[in-house]
Structure formats: C-alpha cells, structure tokens
C-alpha cells in the first residue's frame, strides 16, 4: 500500500482488521498445534519458548525496527514483514506433515456455530477449567491495571526517558523467564508454582505503589514482569492436559478470547477509577492525603498508587486459594497422570 501511494486512513484500518483477524484464527491453531506435536512433558518448556516470542516482540523487534528504520527506511522493514509469510508456510508445512502421522481428521467440515458450542462445552463441563479461566482474567485484569497506570504514576516522578528504560527493563524480565522455562520446563507441582507466582506479584505490585523511589521501582517491576511467565505457562499445561485433544482448537480460540477479558475490563475502568476515585483521595488537600498520604505520599497521580497496593494485597490473599481447590488439585493428578500414560 505505501508502494503504491495509498495513504488512506480508513483503507489502512481496514486492512489492519483483517491483518487482525487472520490472526486471530492463528493463535489458536498455534497453540493447539503444541499439544499433537510435543510430548506432555514438553508442554511447559514449550509454554515458555511461547512466551519467549510473546516478550520478545516487546523488547527485540522495537530496537531492531528502529535500527533498521533509521538506516534503511520503512520499505526494508515491510519486506521482511512480508518474508515471515515464507517462514509460516514452511512451518506450517512441516508441522502439517508430522501431525499426519499422529491423527487423523474426523471431520472435514467446517461448522462454526457447532465448533464454537462444541469448545464451549469442553470448557464449562469442568469446575476446574473455570476456575482457570477467571484466574486467567484476572491475572490479565492486574498487567493491564499494570500496564495502563505504570507511566502515568512514573512520569509525575521521572521522566519519559527513564520510563522508557524501566518498561525495557521489565521487558527483559519476562524474555529471562521465558527463556529458563524453556529450557527447564515446570514438570509437577503446578498449583504451588501458581500459587507462588501470584503472591509474589501481589507482592510486588504493592511495593511499587508504597515507593517512590525511581531505583527500587525499576528493580521491583523486572521482578513482577519475571513472574508473569511462570503463572501463565502453569496455566497453559493444567489447561492443555485436561482438555480433549479433538476440541483443543476450538477451546483455545474461546481461552484465548475469554482470557482478554482482563484487559479490556483493565483498560476500561482504570482510568475513570484513577482520575475520579482515586487520585482525589491522595490530592494535598484529599481525604486520604493525611493517613494513607502519609504512607503513599500525595500528589496529582499517587491515588495510583493506592490502586496497586489494593490489587496487590487482593492478589496476596487469593494466592492460598490457588493450591486448596479440590478441583484444581484434580486437574494437576490428571497432568501427572497423563504425562505416565505417555
């Protein structure tokens, strides 16, 4: 399009939104794929190689875009953008050729509505599940509150500069974790994983809305974004292990919308809560600004603050809960089971 001279706002949305839904039928074709190729003992290291790519595309691709812009312009950027269709293919190709050795299609009829109420029965006719389901929205409820808040409250403190190199640090953070998940792996003990996880970034949420110094919160956001690795590809195994191989497509497409749930909901109230809620109450002159104030500190964004320290002692106390459930107990035997049966 910019070969050609097409400049046109509303043609180059609508190509984004089709580049986006295409997408969207990817991702979770790609994470259904895992499950026919891989033993279930691989099924974390590739979690972590899967958030590996997701965190890289944060950190790596903005400076190698950047580098090559600066030199070469926008043209060399947008054929090697085309190229990856090469890369895809052949992966598509090869990973086709294995999965023919290993099932074979029932059906070869494409039935939306049934598919769609087909994986949505296979996720609703397990508590567990569910329950894995809300944890996954509420896991991205708290990186978008993250996400959305973080520059705001740091830029009254700092600025933009620093905040860029603190946003690269935690990127950092998640390509660490990912990186060691990928080559250990999580092989039992999940639900402890989880658990840990979360009330390590309850934990670390909350220390970053008490300081206010500029070190300790870049220290602390590369420990909460190294986390966030760990409880998702947790999730993704106990996920993976309990639902039916014949519907892993269909119900990964529901878990990848349901799961994003968190973020729409994060990007939607966080906002409005900071501008009318919370940062009135820890203004100078506020009705929190002389006992939390005290503690938090006042200002015109540290009702921010006092948002992340609430979403973080919230994380702290649902954290037990995660290794209590006899549900979520059930679907960690049904992981270990199934990694001896293959």
Same mark, same amino acid.
């Given at each position: 399009?910019?070969?050609?001279?097409?400049?046109?706002?509303?043609?180059?949305? /609508?190509?984004?939104?089709?580049?986006?839904?295409?997408?969207?039928?990817?991702?979770?074709?790609?994470?259904?794929?895992?499950?026919?190729?891989?033993?279930?003992?691989?099924?974390?290291?590739?979690?972590?190689?899967?958030?590996?790519?997701?965190?890289?595309?944060?950190?790596?691709?903005?400076?190698?875009?950047? =580098?090559?812009?600066?030199?070469?312009?926008?043209?060399?950027?947008?054929?090697?953008?085309?190229?990856?269709?090469?890369?895809? =293919?052949?992966?598509?190709?090869?990973?086709?050729?294995?999965?023919?050795?290993?099932?074979?299609?029932?059906?070869? %009829?494409?039935?939306?509505? %049934?598919?769609?109420?087909?994986?949505?029965?296979?996720?609703?006719?397990?508590?567990?599940?569910?329950?894995?389901?809300?944890?996954?929205?509420?896991?991205?409820?708290?990186?978008?509150?993250?996400?959305?808040?973080?520059?705001?409250?740091?830029?009254?403190?700092?600025?933009?500069?620093?905040?860029?190199?603190?946003?690269?640090?935690?990127?950092?953070?998640?390509?660490?974790?990912?990186?060691?998940?990928?080559?250990?792996?999580?092989?039992?003990?999940?639900?402890?994983?989880?658990?840990?996880?979360?009330?390590?970034?309850?934990?670390?949420?909350?220390?970053?809305?008490?300081?206010?110094?500029?070190?300790?919160?870049?220290?602390?956001?590369?420990?909460?974004?190294?986390?966030?690795?760990?409880?998702?590809?947790? =999730?993704?195994?106990?996920? !993976?292990?309990?639902?039916? %191989?014949?519907?892993?497509? !269909?119900?990964?497409?529901?878990?990848?919308?349901?799961?994003?749930?968190?973020?729409?909901?994060?990007?939607?109230?966080?906002?409005?809560?900071?501008?009318?809620?919370?940062?009135? =109450?820890?203004?100078?002159?506020?009705?929190?600004?002389?006992?939390?104030?005290?503690?938090?500190?006042?200002?015109?964004? !540290?009702?921010?603050?006092?948002?992340?320290?609430?979403?973080? /002692?919230?994380?702290?106390?649902?954290?037990?809960?995660?290794?209590?459930?006899?549900?979520? %107990?059930?679907?960690?035997?049904?992981?270990?089971?199934?990694?001896?049966?293959?």
């Amino acid at each position: 399009m910019i070969s050609m001279g097409i400049n046109n706002i509303p043609v180059i949305c /609508i190509w984004v939104f089709l580049s986006s839904c295409f997408a969207a039928i990817l991702d979770p074709a790609y994470k259904a794929v895992v499950t026919d190729l891989l033993t279930p003992e691989e099924y974390s290291k590739a979690g972590g190689l899967v958030q590996l790519a997701s965190s890289a595309k944060f950190l790596l691709s903005p400076i190698f875009a950047g =580098l090559i812009y600066q030199i070469f312009g926008i043209y060399l950027i947008l054929i090697i953008d085309m190229c990856t269709f090469f890369t895809t =293919l052949f992966t598509v190709a090869y990973s086709g050729k294995v999965m023919n050795e290993c099932q074979k299609i029932k059906d070869s %009829k494409v039935q939306v509505i %049934k598919d769609i109420v087909e994986g949505y029965k296979e996720l609703t006719q397990t508590k567990g599940i569910k329950l894995l389901l809300i944890l996954s929205i509420v896991i991205t409820f708290y990186v978008g509150i993250i996400e959305t808040m973080i520059k705001p409250m740091l830029l009254e403190l700092t600025d933009s500069s620093t905040l860029g190199v603190i946003l690269s640090l935690s990127a950092i953070g998640m390509l660490i974790s990912s990186l060691v998940l990928g080559v250990k792996g999580i092989k039992k003990n999940y639900l402890k994983a989880l658990s840990l996880s979360f009330l390590f970034m309850g934990i670390t949420i909350a220390v970053i809305g008490c300081t206010t110094n500029i070190i300790w919160i870049a220290v602390i956001a590369f420990l909460f974004f190294l986390t966030i690795p760990v409880s998702n590809v947790c =999730l993704d195994v106990l996920m !993976r292990c309990n639902i039916n %191989k014949d519907t892993q497509g !269909r119900a990964w497409g529901l878990i990848s919308f349901i799961s994003q749930l968190g973020y729409i909901i994060a990007y939607a109230i966080s906002g409005v809560l900071a501008d009318y809620v919370f940062n009135p =109450l820890l203004y100078k002159n506020g009705a929190l600004a002389d006992s939390v104030g005290k503690i938090l500190g006042t200002g015109s964004e !540290r009702g921010i603050a006092l948002m992340l320290v609430i979403c973080g /002692i919230s994380m702290v106390i649902l954290s037990p809960l995660l290794k209590s459930g006899k549900s979520l %107990k059930q679907m960690e035997t049904n992981c270990l089971d199934y990694n001896v049966e293959d």
